[in-house]
């Protein structure tokens, strides 16, 4: 009976475990993103304010633009385009 009792609560942890790293993964995964062209006089600064997540330091959404967009620097090119994480 013991043995039972004990295969059941394995299974159940088990299935506790799963489902957790499967929501986990999908919260993850539902980021959202804006596709944005530069034109002259735009900056990252000025990108990240009107289109980045309100929420967020300003600083860090400009990290993510550069990290996903693979910029090395803050020059901007018009004509360029530019993924933007949201909200």
Do not use: C, H
Not at 42 to 57: F, M, Q, R
Not at 77 to 82: S, T, Y
């Amino acid at each position: 009976m013991k043995s039972k009792r004990k295969y059941f609560f394995i299974i159940v942890f088990a299935a506790i475990l799963v489902m957790f790293f499967v929501f986990e993964n999908k919260t993850k995964a539902e980021n959202t993103y804006t596709r944005v062209t530069i034109y002259k006089g735009d900056t990252l600064w000025k990108i990240a304010k009107e289109y980045g997540p309100k929420n967020k330091d300003i600083r860090k959404t400009i990290y993510e633009i550069k990290k996903i967009n693979n910029l090395e620097t803050s020059i901007l090119i018009p004509g360029e385009q530019l993924i933007i994480p949201a909200d």
